[in-house]
């Protein structure tokens, strides 16, 4: 597992983040997840895939009824019972296998998920946080999806909420806060290329890569 090496990114909605990621692992030769690991997590469990994705990034509520918001000891190792509540909590302990799982075979780059936090005990990870102002994501996002601006900062502002909930429940740290990452940086200084150039050698430097 030594020789493989991961980097974990958060990103805000409109930062451009999604796009980082691929160049970033495409530059760097290594494999890139993203949604992929929706495909993964049902093909490990055998669940559907609707499950994950009505529960990606999203903190615990109940899926097929019954208590709601509680955790769930999920973090013991052992197959997944099916007779178990299926709560948010365990498909978030199904992803979380997968993504270590990954880590285990090959060099990688996660985004979102709290990857960082799930694989904060890899020897060689590297944790980003992607940022951009207000006015560029809105720019971006009006781009991306053909909307007014008012609905693109109603989509950033709904999309905000709903990742720092998912990462502060499931990690106990701070979505976007600089003490949780190893670099936070705003995209809409450098633009999307500048970014991935920058994030490209602060992580070459940290992880001693050639």
């Known amino acids: ?3 493989h090496y991961v980097i974990n990114l958060g990103r805000q909605l409109g930062s451009g983040g999604k796009e980082i990621g691929e160049k970033l692992a495409h530059n760097l030769g290594i ?3 993203d949604k992929e690991l929706i495909n993964l997590a049902s093909k490990e469990s055998g669940l559907c895939r609707e499950f994950f994705e009505k529960a990606d990034e999203k903190a615990s509520q109940g899926i ?20 178990s509540y299926l709560s948010n909590d365990s498909l978030f302990k199904i992803q979380s296998d997968v993504i270590r799982n990954l880590a285990e075979k090959q060099s990688c780059l996660f985004v979102g998920r709290c990857a960082d936090y799930i694989l904060r005990d890899h020897p060689r990870c ?18 991306l999806h053909n909307i ?3 609905e693109a900062e109603e989509l950033m502002e709904k999309a905000d909420k709903k990742r720092s909930s998912y990462y502060n429940y499931y ?40």
Request: hydrophobic share 45%; proline share 3%.
């Open 148 to 150: 007014s601006a008012e």
């Open 126 to 143: 590297a944790n980003v946080f992607i940022s951009a102002t207000p006015a560029a994501r809105i720019e971006r996002l009006m781009k």
């Open 31 to 33: 494999a890139f997840y």
């Open 64 to 83: 097929l009824g019954g208590l709601v918001g509680a955790r769930f000891p999920f973090i013991t190792e052992g197959t997944f019972s099916y007779n």
């Open 171 to 210: 990690s106990y740290n701070t979505w976007g806060a600089a003490a949780t990452y190893h670099l936070c940086i705003d995209s809409s200084v450098l633009g999307i290329d500048g970014t991935v150039a920058f994030v490209k050698q602060f992580v070459k430097q940290k992880l001693h890569l050639p």
């Open 1 to 3: 597992m030594n020789e």
